[in-house]
């Protein structure tokens, strides 16, 4: 009988997942970590049957039409299974509702939600962290009647009535730099304010809203003037004339995201706040996006890693299981070590950012949040695409197989160090971060947790680091250029040491 290879298995990603599992058991109290359980394991068999329908599923990306048969012009988009599916998921486990209830908890519960639906759910995940981050600026905004218009749908837990947010800032001109956005905001007869412009990457374009950067008519150049605008997208049915989806990208990887250009010809827009600072403004949406990100790339490694955990102990080499050769056993050991520290780091960012967010939080902690957010984004970035690449190497040529699933890992890995702010962008935002309380927030956090602790080795370690970094912050302190040009270092030693 000619050999055939066994196929990786994907062991239940909730049940079988220690780290989470204890995780949730020493930080929740017993009734909410009992509650929680039936979302867990609905969302860990959702995840078990998608990587089974991955691998009989033909059409692996949306479909752009734009004009009708007689000539109207639609932009009607056709999503994938698990698009379609998506609404009712979030809605029915509270995948996003569930951040926003009143307790110290909602975050760290809402995003253990996150980190299993995330790869089922083929980066549908992408607009409902826009959604989360569109919520939390309006409450930020507090304005009442962009509150009461769009909070109950974007927070709704009934697919009838739910809403996806998309956050548009990217433009031609600028990405990272949105100071130089050239989208006009002007007011037309009536008072109503309205957009017009291109915007380059739009993630949610089939979403019903959207937080939109946009200058003023007559405002000065530079991001201060730049003000952010609430706009929906849909007429009934119908997608509102003034939006235009000019074409959907073809990208590297996130193939099932539908990733649009378009233009706004006049789109009714309502600015959150003042007409200025719209960057202040979009602030805590990109915080919150930026937590949706860590938190998706370490599901990405822990997806990884189990698929490449289990093919060694299916696929034999030299006589014995791959499981049992010490080098690939240590290889696999290695990415579970690098593993472990990302999901430690991302998931103690969501658990802060549930107690800055109900009031409860030290300062120290707050300000430890905001430094945490950037290093924790842009360090499991890196790493999601430096584990997948490892663990597709696991499997030898199979990894580099297309319909075995797993190139798919590695493409979409990519993607999360380059949106929500690239490694370099963020490297500096965290300098801005380190501006303020970050070392001493930092310091103050290792000695709280040393309090509870007797790891004296590891607690000198962070505190040299801590220290070495202090001294190169006072050192170029007055020297901008090799402050930014040391930034991606720093960062990422104060991430792994974090
Ligand atoms: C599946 C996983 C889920 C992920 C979904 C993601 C979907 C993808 C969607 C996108 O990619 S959306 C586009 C994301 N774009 C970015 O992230 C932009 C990247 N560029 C930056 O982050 C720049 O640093 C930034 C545009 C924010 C600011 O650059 P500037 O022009 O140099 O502005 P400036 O003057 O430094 O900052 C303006 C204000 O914002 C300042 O406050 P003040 O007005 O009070 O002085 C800053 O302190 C404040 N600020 C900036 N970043 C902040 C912040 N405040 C709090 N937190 C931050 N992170
Ligand atoms: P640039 O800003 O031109 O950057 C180019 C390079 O220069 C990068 O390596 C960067 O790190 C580096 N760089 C820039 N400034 C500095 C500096 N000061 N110091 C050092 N290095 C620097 N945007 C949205 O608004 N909405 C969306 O829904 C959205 N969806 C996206 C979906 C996908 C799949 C992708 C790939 C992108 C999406 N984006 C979206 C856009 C994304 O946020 C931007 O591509 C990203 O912020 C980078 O901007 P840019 O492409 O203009 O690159």
């Not at 509270?94 to 951040?99: D, R």
């Not at 980190?115 to 089922?120: C, D, K």
């Not at 730049?226 to 007429?235: I, K, N, S």
């Not at 499981?323 to 520290?341: K, N, R, S, V, Y």
């Amino acid at each position: 009988m000619e050999f055939l290879q066994d196929a990786p298995q994907l062991a239940h990603p909730y049940r079988r997942d220690r780290l989470l599992c204890s995780l949730l058991d020493r930080t929740l109290p017993m009734e909410r970590r009992a509650a929680l359980d039936i979302d867990l394991d609905a969302l860990g068999d959702y995840a078990q049957l998608a990587w089974r329908r991955l691998a009989s599923s033909t059409r692996r990306k949306p479909v752009l039409t734009q004009w009708d048969a007689w000539g109207h012009r639609v932009d009607r988009i056709e999503l994938t299974a698990a698009w379609q599916e998506g609404p009712q998921l979030t809605t029915r486990h509270a995948v996003l509702a569930a951040g926003h209830e009143a307790s110290e908890y909602a975050r760290l519960e809402q995003f253990a939600r996150v980190y299993l639906y995330h790869l089922a759910s083929e980066f549908y995940t992408c607009p409902l962290a826009m959604t989360d981050g569109a919520a939390t600026a309006l409450k930020a905004s507090g304005n009442h009647a962009l509150i009461e218009r769009a909070l109950p749908h974007f927070l709704s837990r009934d697919p009838a009535t739910f809403w996806l947010s998309g956050q548009w800032m990217t433009e031609n001109a600028g990405g990272s730099d949105v100071g130089r956005t050239e989208t006009v905001a002007r007011q037309d007869s009536h008072g109503q304010w309205r957009l017009y412009g291109r915007k380059w990457f739009s993630s949610a374009v089939v979403g019903e809203a959207a937080l939109a950067l946009a200058r003023p008519e007559g405002a000065g150049t530079g991001t201060a003037a730049l003000a952010l605008f609430y706009v929906e997208t849909m007429e009934g049915e119908r997608r509102k004339p003034e939006l235009q989806i000019d074409r959907l990208k073809d990208k590297l990887g996130t193939h099932e995201l539908p990733t649009a250009e378009i233009h706004l010809r006049g789109l009714p827009a309502w600015p959150l706040g003042e007409l200025a600072h719209g960057v202040r403004q979009v602030a805590p949406m990109l915080n919150i996006t930026r937590s949706w990100n860590a938190i998706c790339a370490v599901a990405s490694m822990a997806r990884a890693i189990s698929l490449a955990r289990d093919y060694a102990t299916r696929r034999q080499a030299f006589g014995r299981p791959l499981i049992e050769q010490p080098l690939h056993a240590q290889t696999l050991a290695d990415m579970q070590a690098e593993f472990e520290g990302a999901f430690a780091l991302a998931f103690e960012v969501t658990h802060l950012l549930g107690r800055v967010e109900q009031g409860i939080a030290a300062p120290h902690e707050a300000a430890l949040l905001r430094l945490l957010t950037p290093l924790a984004k842009l360090w499991t970035g890196k790493l999601a695409v430096k584990l997948c690449s490892e663990a597709l190497e696991c499997f030898g040529g199979a990894g580099y197989i297309e319909d075995t699933g797993l190139p798919q890992l590695l493409r979409d890995a990519q993607v999360y160090a380059i949106w929500e702010g690239t490694t370099n962008v963020l490297s500096l935002d965290s300098l801005r971060a380190l501006g303020g309380d970050g070392p001493d927030a930092l310091r103050q956090a290792v000695t709280t947790w040393l309090s509870g602790n007797d790891d004296m080795h590891a607690a000198s370690a962070i505190q040299h680091v801590l220290d070495a970094a202090t001294r190169w912050l006072n050192t170029h302190a007055q020297q901008r250029n090799p402050l930014e040009a040391g930034a991606r270092g720093l960062a990422i030693t104060l991430a792994r040491c974090a």
